[in-house]
């Protein structure tokens, strides 16, 4: 079976065998012609782009193998997911994304040069970029319960030290 667009895309941009000076070469060109397809996006948010894989990839002038990585990118944002893994380029895809857990998405990946684009202005105020912003690193903290010591009183409000109460052992 002939590989995917997708696994020839991950098997280009995530080899362990290409060397490293290559491999950014690839992500310095994707990650700006990712940032060129999202300034298209964003300026009209609500209006679903449709198409064949090799159509959008036409649309905004990049390479398949961009396109599938722009996909494959994307569709955890979108309304309805693509078929990213069997898709080829006459796989039709509906970029229609779902805003704020675009600009979520993006934050959780670290992607400054994304959730900082000036379209997002006109999509969400500032308060409203931070809330999202916020939101989604609250999601992804982890808070350990403060440990309880044997001579701590008792959580369960009895007054009594821990190990006197809920820390005895039955």
Known sequence: MAATLLSQWRDEAYSADTDKGTLERLWRDYFEKE????EQLLKDPD?????????LAEKYGVELKIMAG????INDSLVKPNPIEEMDENTKVSLKFDKELLYKNMVAAGADWLYGLPEWNDIFDEEKQKELYKEQKRSTTVVNEAKIYPND???CGSGKKYKKCCGRNK
């Open 35 to 38: 940032k060129g397809i999202y």
């Open 47 to 55: 209006k679903e782009v449709k198409g064949t894989v090799a159509e």
């Open 70 to 73: 722009f996909l494959d990118g």
């Open 153 to 155: 009183p008792c959580p």
